[in-house]
């Protein structure tokens, strides 16, 4: 298992940026894939970006591509998510997560997070209109 600290969130004005970082400890010289998902009050948890073990593969929903971008630091055992040119509807609790059997060939492949993989407890985003 590995334990998964989100930082970074805050209160931006729209067209602003932010970068969320996670942090990794625990089994960490497991080949984890990393992803990103957010909840907004009265929805569900929604996809945001994925990137596999070697940064090889990234995904993203379609909503965010051009906007956010998904990157990792495996000497820092740290995964980041920039968001760009913000909206008011990218406001939710952003969650990180890791997965160490994640086949980003499958379709929907960011559903394998949701069903097997360890979560952080979220940093809350919020973008003013």
């Known amino acids: 298992q590995v334990q998964l600290v989100e930082s970074g969130g805050g209160l931006v004005q729209a067209g602003g940026s932010l970068r969320l970082s996670c942090a990794v400890s625990?089994?960490?010289?497991?080949?984890?894939?990393m992803g990103w998902f957010r909840q907004a009050p009265g929805k569900e948890r929604e996809f945001v970006a994925a990137?596999?073990?070697?940064?090889?593969?990234?995904l993203y929903t379609d909503s965010v591509k051009g906007r956010f971008s998904i990157s990792r630091a495996n000497a820092k055992n740290t995964v980041y998510l920039q968001m760009n040119s913000l909206k008011p509807e990218d406001t939710a609790v952003y969650h990180c997560?890791?997965?160490?059997?994640?086949?980003?060939?499958?379709?929907?492949?960011?559903?394998?997070?949701?069903?097997?993989?360890?979560w952080g407890q979220g940093t809350q985003v919020t973008v003013s209109s």
């Open positions: 625990g089994r960490t010289r497991s080949s984890y894939a």
């Open positions: 997560t890791a997965y160490d059997g994640f086949n980003e060939e499958q379709p929907n492949a960011w559903s394998q997070f949701v069903q097997f993989g360890s």
């Open positions: 990137i596999t073990w070697n940064g090889g593969v990234t």
